[in-house]
């Protein structure tokens, strides 16, 4: 879904690759919880974000049915779109930035045949013809790494391969990579990278005959399952809807009793802090480089940290990442909250969040909040 899921590697080789793609590394600032005012907005909801070239791409049911656009971050305006005839839940682009790759509901694109996976040329943002991969059901995200593009999602195939959850096309081409042959027993999600570490997440208990709670590590480099194996976040987190990575932890955003928010060590697998739990899920997961996790989903009145206690917010918020606690410096009001907000991205000055939702809080003439009534996105500049 997001720029991040692959440069979460070294902070050098993440300034040089977002440089060639037109966006230097996030700045370290925090961010004004009262909304920008943009002059675009989608019809219909955002469910995946992506930023690079220079300007941010959204996915999502962006007309009421379905479509991928782009926006110039420095103005809001739209720039262009591409219709598809059902949902965009995935983005990612290719190591040299010149082909978005979109996944998500859909069978056609541009009025074309393309069943869950579409190539779009970035130079025209036209659909590239010849480049044919498809799934056997929905795609919820994707991530270059070498030569290959890698799918999560509720599907059964990948090319006519059977690859339950995960699999993997060779970026140039669409088509299957034989080398990659991993299958879960259930959905998967998210995914994310450090160095050649591949981690999933997810509603599944095995990755082949290897159990794994919700979450688990491929080594790219050798194409095995690795034996990091962390617990179950809580007993009742049964779907890990999005994983990150800073190459020191793996946070994760899950359902279960409301929501909850945690970590583990990438070594160790221990929980460098207590989970965070609010009352509703936790669908999106964003690292600015700011020390901060940005987390968003459809819980609508409470965030619950250790030492902090109950704190009123709803829809988006943020956690240091070095010791579990809440910024609560940074409490945007967002109206509609379910099912709430599902991508987060962010261009230098800016974090931008997508989802359904129905406004943001803006400043009144009194002095207090008032809805804008600009709904499916938003913005917020850095302090």
């Known amino acids: 879904m997001r720029w991040t899921r692959r440069i979460a590697i070294v902070a050098a080789g993440a300034a040089s690759i977002a440089t060639v793609l037109g966006f230097a590394a996030p700045a370290n600032a925090a961010y004004n919880p009262q909304a920008l005012s943009l002059p675009w907005n989608p019809a219909g909801p955002v469910h995946s974000s992506l930023t690079g070239n220079g300007v941010v791409y959204l996915g ?64 025209d943002h036209t659909v590239i013809p010849n480049w044919k991969a498809g799934a056997a059901g929905e795609v919820r995200d994707l991530l270059v790494y070498g030569n290959d593009l890698y799918l999560a999602g509720k599907f059964t195939a990948v090319g006519g391969v059977p690859h339950r959850g995960i699999g993997a096309v060779i970026a140039a081409t669409g088509k299957p990579d034989p080398a990659f042959t991993f299958q879960a027993d259930n959905d998967v999600l998210g995914l994310a990278i450090t160095g050649s570490q591949l981690l999933l997440s997810g509603s599944f208990s095995h990755i082949g005959s290897s159990f794994r709670s919700n979450l688990a ?119 509609k909250t379910y099912p709430g907000a599902w991508a987060i991205t962010g261009t230098p000055g800016k974090l931008w969040v997508g989802g359904d939702f129905g406004g943001e809080g803006v400043p009144n003439n009194s002095g207090g909040v008032r809805n804008n009534q600009k709904p499916f996105l938003a913005a917020y500049a850095a302090l």
């Not at 999106?284 to 409470?302: I, K, Q, R, S, V």
Request: glycine residues 14%; aromatic residues 10%.
């Open 60 to 123: 999502g049911r962006l007309d009421g049915t379905g479509g991928i656009a782009a926006i110039d971050p420095a103005t809001g305006d739209l720039l262009w779109t591409v219709p598809t005839n059902n949902d965009v839940r995935a983005l990612t682009l290719s190591a040299d930035g010149n082909t978005l790759y979109a996944g998500g509901k859909f069978s056609a694109v541009d009025g074309v045949t393309h069943r869950h996976l579409v190539a779009i040329n970035v130079a």
């Open 217 to 335: 590590m491929i080594d790219l480099s050798t194409n095995t399952l690795t034996g990091w194996a962390p617990p179950k976040l809580c007993s009742t987190c049964d779907q890990y809807w999005d994983v990150q990575t800073d190459g020191v932890n793996a946070y994760v955003g899950t359902s279960g009793f409301g929501g909850f928010l945690g970590a583990f060590d990438l070594t160790t697998a221990h929980q460098p802090w207590r989970l965070i739990s609010t009352d509703g899920d936790v669908q999106t997961l964003y690292l600015a480089g700011d020390g901060e996790l940005y987390f968003g989903g459809h819980f609508a009145h409470y965030v619950s940290a250790f030492g902090q206690g109950s704190i009123d917010q709803g829809v988006l918020a943020a956690v240091y990442t070095a010791t579990g606690r809440i910024d609560t410096s940074f409490r945007p009001r967002i109206y």
